[in-house]
């Protein structure tokens, strides 16, 4: 349950979520660095290297250094596990209808 908590308050923050979508778009040949990911989310470096250490405190995000600079990637398989600790926190519940048919609650 701690794991998921902590999951949770790192998710929690809305710029590391733009972050994270911001870098599945990318793939990782294509990966951004530092100064992009400011550009694009128009925060500072500074902000942007302070989230990415939180994000890849949890392994959500990969860094590798090509020349002078670092380019973050997501890390598809901590990707895979968070979005199963996730369901595992929250199931979904299975809702009669008036047909008698199960159905998945949104």
Known sequence: MKGQAALFRVLADPTRLKLLRLLSQQQEPNALCVNALAYRLGITQSA???????????????????????????????????????????????????????????
């Not at 990707?79 to 519940?93: E, H, N, R, T, Y």
């Open 48 to 106: 942007v290297s302070q989230h990415l250490r939180v994000l890849k405190s949890t392994g959500l995000v990969k860094g590798e250094r090509r020349g002078y600079r670092i380019h973050y990637f997501i890390n598809q398989e901590a990707l895979i596990q968070a979005q199963k600790q996730i369901s595992g926190a929250l199931p979904v519940k299975k809702e009669r209808h008036h047909t008698g048919e199960p159905r998945g609650i949104s």
